[in-house]
């Protein structure tokens, strides 16, 4: 496996000390705006549009990705281990084990 299951701490620990650290939820539009950790991108794994989103990203950074439980985050991370990123952490549990609090983006 070339991702790390992490924790919510872990997680938490990570995005706040990592300054290379990018964000990505793979939850659904919908979803995203119910709630999210704040500064992540949404980029929605069922999306037609995912493989090409993913390419474009830079591969030297540090990608922390979660879903809900922790199933579609871990498949992203699969692919893009794929894809030949490098850093990628999956939140195990997703949010169930995020204990800090949730962001609601505004849609602009």
């Excluded at 300054?19 to 980029?43: H, K, T, W």
């Excluded at 800090?100 to 505004?106: N, Q």
Aim: charged content about 20%; glycine content about 10%; hydrophobic content about 35%.
């Amino acid at each position: 496996m070339s991702f790390k299951n992490i924790s919510g701490n872990e997680f938490k620990q990570g995005i706040t000390e990592n300054p290379n650290a990018v964000v990505l939820d793979v939850r659904s539009p919908q979803e995203f705006m119910g709630g999210c950790i704040e500064g992540s991108e949404n980029v929605n794994i069922f999306n037609p549009g995912f493989f090409d989103t993913i390419e474009s990203l830079d591969k030297t950074k540090a990608y922390y990705i979660y879903c809900r439980s922790g199933n579609r985050s871990a498949q992203a991370c699969h692919i893009m281990s794929q894809m030949g990123f490098q850093e990628l952490y999956n939140l195990d549990m997703g949010l169930f084990d995020w204990n800090e609090k949730l962001v609601y983006p505004v849609m602009g």
